[in-house]
């Protein structure tokens, strides 16, 4: 069995940052793309940002150039460094990593999100 979890969350100024953790244990052979969503009370879950294993990034337009993803695969690690925080950045985040328990099986599998406020 894997587990995923965030820390890192909690109240910010606007214009604060905040730096978000995600870690992954359990039985891992290996973790391919890992991501972070986020869902804002009353709307849909959103696509943040993703990395691959090759460290690939993409990033939804709206926090380009604020957000930063990155990785550690030695710690089954995935961090978010969120920058220039603004009110309507406010969401539950979640981790998303695609595990392989196996050389041939692998799922996605996902945190149970870590709350973050950005607030005078």
């Known amino acids: 069995q894997v587990q995923v979890v965030e820390s890192g969350g909690g109240l910010v100024q606007p214009g604060g940052s905040l730096r978000l953790s995600c870690a992954a244990s359990g039985r891992i052979f290996t973790i391919y793309d890992m991501a972070w969503y986020r869902q804002a009370a009353g709307k849909q879950r959103e696509l943040v940002a993703t990395?691959?294993?090759?460290?690939?990034?993409n990033y939804a337009d709206s926090v380009k150039g604020q957000f930063t993803i990155s990785r550690v695969d030695a710690n089954n690690t995935m961090y978010l460094q969120m920058n220039s925080l603004k009110p309507e950045d406010t969401a539950v985040y979640y981790c998303n990593a695609d595990v392989a328990s196996t050389i041939i099986t692998h799922q996605k599998y996902w945190g149970q999100g870590t709350q973050v406020t950005v607030s005078s």
């Open positions: 990395i691959t294993r090759a460290r690939i990034t």
